[in-house]
Each structure stands twice: as C-alpha cells, then as structure tokens.
C-alpha cells in the first residue's frame, strides 16, 4: 500500500527541540523528493522544507530557516524533520508529503501525503 | 517570493451549483498550479496539477483554467462531498484557502 505514515508529535515547551519522522511504503522512497508543509491550528497550508531525492539539496521558509534541518535515511524508507528552538508560532499539524516528480525532475506539487502529526510548543 | 491570492475565502452554494474559485498570483508564473481538496481532520487531496491536469481518480466535474496571472478551479456541478476547503499552490505558496459550504 502507496502510504506515508508521519510521527513524532507532541507537546514540547519554548526553546525545545522535537524530531519528527515520516515512514514510507509501497513506492521506491529513494526515488522521489520529499516536503514537510504545515498547518497552523484554523489556518492554512505553509510549505517549510524540501530535500532533493538524493539528499543533496534542501530548502527551507524563512520562518524555519537556521532552527529546522531536514533528511532523509533510503535504508529505512524514512523522512525526518529535526525542530530546534521552537517557537510558539510553529504550533501545527506538521504533513509530510511526496513530490509528484522522481528523480532529479523537481515538480513542488504534492501527489502522496502522510495524515499529520500535530506539535504543540507551549509552557 | 510570489504571493498567492484566492477568493473568495468563503463560498455559499447548492448541490448541483457550478463554482468557481479564483487564485491570483503576485507576479507572471509558468503553468505550475496546482489546486488541493483537505476535509476537517485530513490531509489535502490533490486535485489538479500544472494548471488543467486532472489528478488520476479526481471526477470529470474538477477543471482547471487560466488566464494571465489569474487561475480558476471550477466544480461544474456541486456534490455532497465537494463541501470542502480548496487551496492553489505554486512552487512555495499556497493561497489562503475556500472554505466551500451549503
């Protein structure tokens, strides 16, 4: 079954860290570029990072820019998404979510997404 | 970067109503727009790509147009369960979102 099944959420205090995690299946991972977007509680969509399908070129929001690193592990068919000094404003349900190109043919529309993993930054 | 505006942001309407959504984008952009369908509590469902392409598995009733720098997804005849919030998107921007209720 073609799925992405992301984790990880939880309730984390200001100023700390929380990694998420997007495990795939049913499709060759390794092949395809992938993004995490978000969706802040009653709003909309906002893109935050990409990764090549390679892993040798990742882009970020500015919002996120310097504090949110993403990778990629092709051995175990996972995304993750490691979140330093977090921020009340990145409170969200956080979708990992597959390029619609593979290979080096980058499309930044979204074919494949997980169901949401909801990260909570309060005190 | 390129700013997306959608309208409207709440749309009222009838099953069986033809309707139409808009998005604007800030500056000229190729055919790169693509629209998604999200329900409360799920993931968007991607709809159309590169402007008119209709995602495989998407009833005939979605279509996307364009012209200029404005983008249009029309629903030719509303369903049940069309009542859904509609998003564009290009490359990095989404637009702000259609709320789409009875």
């Known amino acids: 079954q073609v799925q992405l099944v992301d984790s990880g959420g939880g309730v984390v205090q200001p100023g700390r860290s929380l990694r998420l995690s997007c495990a795939a299946s049913?499709?060759?991972?390794?092949?395809?570029?992938m993004h995490w977007v978000r969706q802040a509680p009653g709003k909309g969509l906002e893109w935050v990072t990409l990764?090549?399908?390679?892993?040798?070129?990742?882009h970020y929001a500015d919002s996120v820019k310097g504090r949110f690193t993403i990778s990629r592990d092709d051995s175990k068919n996972t995304l993750y998404l490691q979140m330093n000094s977090l921020r009340a404003e990145d409170t969200a349900v956080y979708y990992c979510?597959?390029?619609?190109?593979?290979?080096?043919?980058?499309?930044?529309?979204?074919?494949?997404w997980g169901r949401g993993t909801l990260v909570t930054v309060s005190s | 970067d390129i700013q997306m505006t959608q309208s409207p942001s709440t749309l009222s309407a009838s099953v069986g109503d033809r309707v139409t959504i808009t998005c604007r984008a800030s500056?000229?952009?190729?055919?790169?727009l693509a629209w998604y369908q999200q329900k409360p509590g799920k993931a968007p469902k991607l709809l159309i790509y590169?402007?008119?392409s209709l995602e495989s598995g998407v009833p005939s009733r979605f279509s996307g147009s364009e012209s200029g720098t404005e983008f249009t997804l029309t629903i030719s005849s509303l369903q049940p369960d069309d009542f859904a919030t509609y998003y564009c998107q290009q490359f990095n921007a989404f637009g702000q979102g259609t709320k789409v209720e009875i």
């Open positions: 979510a597959r390029d619609a190109a593979t290979g080096q043919h980058l499309q930044m529309y979204f074919d494949l």
């Open positions: 049913g499709f060759t991972f390794s092949s395809y570029a």
């Open positions: 500056q000229s952009i190729n055919k790169w």
């Open positions: 590169k402007t008119s």
């Open positions: 990764i090549s399908y390679d892993g040798n070129n990742k």
